[in-house]
């Protein structure tokens, strides 16, 4: 995918450098404008993510990332964070793009591949940083309460391993749980958020039986009375 990896390099540290200086949570886009879908794109930067340390991982899943984004209307929007621990000034890299006649999806795509491809080179260059706990329902949260209503189809993609590491759950340890979490009344429907996918889900972990537990505990708190109508967790595609 990468075949010049330092134009790969030089195109993720200027989206970082752009990226900086929005405040976390914060959506810069212009609600009118964004008549299409809605992609939130998580970049965990936790230690247990492979996405961090695995060049040759981090490629497969931003070609996955790349072809979603590929099929999307105009006036959709992307949105990339990071999320690791709680302290928000660790993650930096935010960035909102439009899709429009002139911003195409495909252009899109290219750049966010490079971005992904790039994240273990970036982390071992210190411009991300590797985090030692991993929030990712407290991420989830925030970001659903900055879009507010999901009237057009909403799609959150977690590129992680799925190991809520926080005050939630300890998912590492045998037989945790993740609680149960109304980020909004689940009767209203205008706040379920279409789709929750975390690519990579399990990776890493050493049996399977692991790697079904959290994936039933992600779609026991995603779908029925949580935030979003629908679960996908994927390991491998």
Known sequence: MLNHVPWARFVCLCLCAYASVLPFGEVVADPVKVQGERLIIGLDLSQSNPLVTKP?????LAKRVGDQIRGLPLRSLVLI???GDSDGTRNTLRIDEVVSARNRPETIAASVE???ASVPQLVSDGRLEMQPSTHIIAFIKTMHLAIGECRTPTT?????DGLEDSEYARLKNPGAHLPPLDIRAPQDKRFKCDELQILGLGEGLPRQSDVDHLRDEWQNWASGDGPFQRFSGLRDW
């Open 114 to 116: 490079l971005l992904i």
């Open 81 to 83: 964070r990071t999320f």
């Open 56 to 60: 040759l991982y981090a490629q497969k």
């Open 156 to 160: 959150f993609i977690l590129l992680s």
